[in-house]
């Protein structure tokens, strides 16, 4: 098993371009996680989905931010357009139905100039 | 909502014992997790411990819960330079998959 795939490993964009975040989790997992790490704030959990449904977006920042989940093997998390301070590392997570642990992928080092 | 809350940095001697600290306010928990980060990737779930319990060990890692207190540990017996990561302690509710980290507790390991 892959396990959790992210793309691309690092992006650098100028302020006011659009970003678009990859993520496919592992096969047969039903919940999918999108977090945001920096140092001031930590780890957040901006929104997940279960069975490819939004359950929790309450964490997504601001309306520049979306997140979709067409099917079960992908989802993005897009930001437009970027600003400076949605410089971070974002980082996906599956979960199964069972059991108790989230899968993190090697996150996103995004960098908006 | 719950918030949870960690010693920020802790340094050790290679060998000794490491014991990362970690409160949480909701009682609702029911699922208390230890994650680890290593530079440059993800969070990987070292352990974890059900509410019902005061004690989990796995090889070198103990858990200590004092649920009254809503204190969770994770001691590190015969720390090694491999374990120096950032570790991170979780909460989550009976229902529902969302999980709430820490800020995390950097650990350092001088050999």
């Known amino acids: 098993d892959a396990g959790v795939i992210q793309s691309p490993r690092h992006e650098v964009t100028e302020m006011g371009q659009e970003v678009t975040l990859r993520c496919k989790p592992i096969s047969g997992h039903n919940s999918l996680f999108w977090y945001r790490q920096t140092m001031m704030r930590g780890l957040e959990l901006l929104i997940y989905?279960?069975?490819?449904?939004?359950?929790?977006d309450s964490g997504m920042p601001e309306d520049r931010f979306s997140a979709k989940m067409p099917n079960a093997s992908f989802s993005t998390l897009k930001i437009q357009p970027s600003e400076p301070r949605d410089s971070a590392v974002y980082f996906c997570?599956?979960?199964?139905?069972?059991?108790?642990?989230?899968?993190f992928g090697p996150g996103t080092r995004l960098t908006v100039l | 909502g719950e918030d949870v809350e960690q010693s920020l940095f802790l340094s050790v001697r290679e060998g000794d014992s490491s014991v990362i600290n970690c409160t949480y306010t909701d009682s609702s928990s029911t699922y208390l997790y230890w994650y680890k980060q290593e530079p440059g990737a993800g969070l990987q779930l070292l352990t974890y411990i059900f509410s019902n319990m005061d004690m989990k060990q796995d090889q070198r890692l103990t858990v200590l819960l004092n649920k009254k207190d809503k204190h969770l540990s994770l001691r590190i017996a015969d720390t090694q330079t491999g374990d120096s990561a950032i570790y991170f302690c979780a909460a989550k509710r009976e229902y529902g998959n969302k999980l709430v980290f820490g800020a995390g507790t950097i650990l350092r390991v001088k050999s």
């Open positions: 989905f279960n069975n490819n449904v939004p359950i929790d």
């Open positions: 997570a599956s979960a199964p139905s069972t059991g108790h642990e989230q899968f």
